[in-house]
């Protein structure tokens, strides 16, 4: 951003954090929180993939539960991952980096600030249609939903595949004049 460089030239704290011009305090609780981020989501989801095994390990012994609750279960925990991919990715990635380009502030990341602010928007663009689509019966809901509203608008008409179509069959004049001539 060429505009803004003599502004950060003058003052280094405009494009992030500069610990010569803050507190230490500051600076120093940053990065605790950071760091305290960066180990706490790994182990959660470690911990969450530990109980289900255990979980799903213990159903599998018992005899009560049903073949398709056992499918719903792992319907649920693949979601769930993926739901745990997709925050990763959209969010705890993006502020981590957000939280290391604040601390070293540089003219040249601040590019990087503004995909990151976009990345964040497109989390719920993301999560949406994953939940859809891993999870069965809210992908059967929204399904019918859409049909209702097919149907509501008069488009359901032009949709549907089972209507059978009558074609027929003329017989070529060569055919009618040789059966004629035989006759």
């Not at 704290?13 to 790994?42: K, N």
């Not at 981590?96 to 600030?113: D, H, P, Q, R, S």
């Not at 032009?158 to 004049?173: A, H, Y």
């Amino acid at each position: 951003m060429p505009p803004m460089k003599d502004v950060i030239r003058l003052e280094p704290s405009t494009s992030g954090y500069d610990f010569s011009t803050c507190d230490t305090v500051v600076g120093w609780s940053i990065m605790l929180q950071e760091g305290f981020a960066v180990l706490a989501i790994p182990t959660s989801i470690f911990v969450i993939y530990v109980m289900y095994r255990r979980r799903t390990n213990y159903l599998m012994t018992q005899t009560t539960m049903s073949q398709t609750t056992m499918n719903l279960n792992r319907m649920l925990m693949r979601a769930l991952t993926i739901h745990m991919c997709i925050i990763i990715v959209f969010l705890v990635i993006p502020v981590c980096a957000l939280y290391a380009i604040a601390i070293f502030g540089n003219e040249k990341y601040n590019i990087l600030l503004e995909v990151m602010v976009i990345v964040f928007t497109c989390h719920s663009l993301v999560d949406i249609p994953a939940m859809l689509f891993f999870i069965k019966p809210y992908r059967k809901f929204m399904a019918g939903i859409f049909g209702y509203v097919v149907q509501k608008v008069g488009l359901d008409k032009f949709l549907k595949n089972d209507q059978v179509v009558v074609v027929q069959q003329v017989q070529s004049l060569t055919a009618i004049n040789s059966s004629q001539n035989r006759a």
